[in-house]
């Protein structure tokens, strides 16, 4: 795991545009134009995080969790897409849940141990509390006419492709610029979007080597 670095941002680049605070465990994401971009995924209040991106995104978010300490709780359908990722958390000392409800989920985490839900249901609503030290991720369509209320409800969006109607929708849910949208919509195939409240930045999401070997058998 020694190739999953965990670094700050370089002196005097721009933390409007490249980091996301949203508490004090920070995990990388990807790479901006300033350098690495992270994501403060973890705190004593509950983080929701709206993600809609290649599923490789999302393994990636997992596994770098999980390597912070998570617990993992995956509620989806179809298991077997997950099946892979769950042999290799388990084999490198993680812990995981393949759910398809909320009834077995954590009611919280802990500093040491903190819980990461992903939600591929729709199991966990908005209006349903969640723990300290845990963080849930809504697996949604920003195309969707419900996502400006679901992207309200999350601290931080992970969006690509970008849809001039999802962009639309990121736009009114975290009250971005025209000119902010408009500097995200020709993602390479390899970014993503990342946006928050009056912030926007595109990242390049790529695993490192040993990701990709652990993960998707490179």
């Known amino acids: ?92 000392g993680g812990t995981i849940d393949l759910l398809r409800g909320p009834e077995n989920l954590p009611g919280q985490g802990r500093p040491y141990r903190p819980s990461l839900v992903i939600d591929g249901m729709g199991a966990v609503s908005a209006s349903d509390r969640l723990g300290a030290w845990q963080s849930h991720v809504t697996l949604g369509n920003p195309d969707e006419g419900r996502a400006v209320s679901d992207l309200r409800a999350a601290e931080v969006a992970l969006i690509a492709p970008l849809s001039g109607r999802g962009a639309e929708h990121l736009r009114r849910a975290y009250a971005l610029s025209s000119g902010q949208v408009k500097a995200v919509t020709d993602l390479d195939e390899t970014e993503v979007v990342m946006a928050s409240v009056r912030r926007m930045t595109r990242v390049q999401v790529a695993p490192s080597p040993t990701e990709h070997r652990l993960l998707f058998g490179g």
């Open 1 to 92: 795991m020694s190739e999953i670095t965990f670094q700050a941002l370089a002196p005097g680049s721009d933390t409007d545009t490249s980091e996301v605070r949203t508490g004090p465990s920070g995990l990388v994401v990807g790479i901006g134009q300033a350098g690495p971009v992270t994501l403060r995924l973890f705190r004593l209040q509950p983080t929701r995080i709206f993600m809609s991106t290649p599923e490789y995104v999302t393994w990636l978010l997992a596994f770098r969790a999980m390597c912070l300490g998570a617990h993992l709780s995956v509620i989806i359908e179809d298991h077997r897409k997950w099946l892979s990722l769950a042999d290799t958390v388990r084999a490198c």
